[in-house]
């Protein structure tokens, strides 16, 4: 009884107890990310440590999503949660208020995160209910951003586990490696095409715009949250053919008909962008994938 321990045991009682959480590492600090673009520079931040747990699969879109019992699981057992902000996911802001313990960093609006206003008059206002919001909370499609929000993950994880705090900011540095060259091939791909303005399907692509200098014309959806009705289909017509704009992206979390009506019996092309990720491997790779599928759909079908 007073020699060694087995060492099945604690190893069995690890697992045992990994299995019932679904925590992937033991030393790891347990980590929620709300949705795959934030997840995948979390996880580069904390490859080799742990993996973090993301709350919205990619195929949905954030703005529309409901908790599933074993992520309301999830969360209430987290020691960190990264999230964006109430204007974009919403669902979470009860459960978040009603957590005991656990410390939540909610990017947008964060020192050195930057902000791209939008016009609340105009007739592309990203609301997502919330009738004062000014800003476009989809943060990460800025290279900029995506480096301080990895800057604020290793930050966090540092203070909370400075076990790992080394292997977080060695993290951190090849994460800004890999960035500063994604950044130098998107300014590649988009400067070198003259790029006219084209038609989105919803607000959600300032500050890839304002990063690579980019025009959309409009943006069909008024909110992400409601379905454009036929007037507002019609509009969008009207300005496609009136300033003959050639390409109009669709998005894999909203219906494709919407995009399709629009481009129907005109010669604009139909293409696609994804914000979140709907198809990619979830980790560290699909931040990259992401943002490189933005640059070359983009610049396919506007010098195409
Ligand atoms: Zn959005």
Redesign the pocket.
Known sequence: MFGKMPRYISALAILALGATVAWPALAAPKVVVSIAPLHSLVAAVMEGVGEPVLLVPPSASP?AFSLRPSDAQALANADIVFRVGADMETFLDKPLAALASGIVVTLDGAPGITEQSIATDGASD?N?GHDDHTSDP?IWLSIANARRIAEIAAETLGDSDGENAQTYSQNLATLDRRLDSLQRDLETRLSTTQTPPYIVL?D?YRHFEAEFGLQRAAAIALS?ERRPGARRLREIRDLLVAEDIKCVFAEPQFPNAIAATVVDGTNARLAELDPIGADLAIGPDLYFDLMNNLGRALSDCLSG
Do not use: F, I, N
């Open positions: 703005h990203h997502h989809h919803h959600a992400p």
